[in-house]
T-cell receptor, first 110, second 113 residues
Framework: QKEVEQNSGPLSVPEGAIASLNCTYS??????FFWYRQYSGKSPELIMS????GDKEDGRFTAQLNKASQYVSLLIRDSQPSDSATYLC??????????FGKGTKLSVKP | GAGVSQSPRYKVAKRGQDVALRCDPI?????LFWYQQALGQGPEFLTY????????KSGLPSDRFFAERPEGSVSTLKIQRTQQEDSAVYLC???????????FGNGTRLTVT
């Protein structure tokens, strides 16, 4: 069973701090990874994609991929209350589908 | 519209009824995916299409679930003889290419009573 694992949280950080979200995956054949943000009652929204080892930065968000350790992370700098949401990690499966983790709930306290 | 459109937004069905959920992907998107999301859980893969071909249906939980995309655009997910455990949000997503990233619709919330 190919899986994507995330700590369900909740992860609570103060406003302005760095939030660190982590994810591991079991399928060594996975090539592409994505972070989605999902507000309560809404559909997932793509915030980052990463395809190669290393870091990828986009504004306050940095995605990190380590294929040897099968580990993906998302850092959110200068966290804002509006960042409070569930963050979903996803990786591609061998059939081209996209497999999601259960999500980590982030709460940013003012 | 510019996004993935799903209908209905909400559906209440009595146990044993059949339901059909519709997904209209972004125009020109090749790939279309269906996911089931229970409360507090991540989206669970059901099935996906490239154009009209259903390439993977390994996530469909039982033979009561059936999906089609006959002309390679609009897709319908049909659930026969609904059960209470089918209550969930059904998400449709599409992708411009053969691989993700995916753009999600607003989902259909199905409640089976």
């Amino acid at each position: 069973q190919k899986e994507v694992e995330q700590n369900s949280g909740p992860l609570s950080v103060p406003e302005g701090a760095i939030a660190s979200l982590n994810c591991t995956y079991s399928d060594r054949g996975s090539q592409s990874f994505f972070w989605y943000r999902q507000y309560s009652g809404k559909s997932p929204e793509l915030i980052m994609s990463i395809y190669s080892n290393g870091d990828k930065e986009d504004g306050r968000f940095t995605a990190q991929l380590n294929k040897a350790s099968q580990y993906v992370s998302l850092l959110i700098r200068d966290s804002q209350p509006s960042d409070s949401a569930t963050y979903l990690c996803a990786g591609t499966g061998s059939q081209g589908n996209l497999i999601f983790g259960k999500g980590t709930k982030l709460s940013v306290k003012p | 519209g510019a996004g993935v459109s799903q209908s209905p937004r909400y559906k209440v069905a009595k146990r044993g009824q059949d339901v059909a959920l519709r997904c209209d992907p972004i125009s020109g998107h090749v790939s279309l995916f269906w996911y089931q999301q229970a409360l507090g859980q991540g989206p669970e893969f059901l099935t996906y299409f490239q154009n009209e071909a259903q390439l993977d249906k390994s996530g469909l939980p039982s033979d009561r679930f059936f999906a089609e995309r006959p002309e390679g655009s609009v897709s319908t997910l049909k659930i026969q003889r609904t059960q209470q455990e089918d209550s969930a949000v059904y998400l449709c997503a599409s992708s411009r290419t053969r691989v993700p990233p995916l753009h999600f619709g607003n989902g259909t919330r199905l409640t089976v009573t």
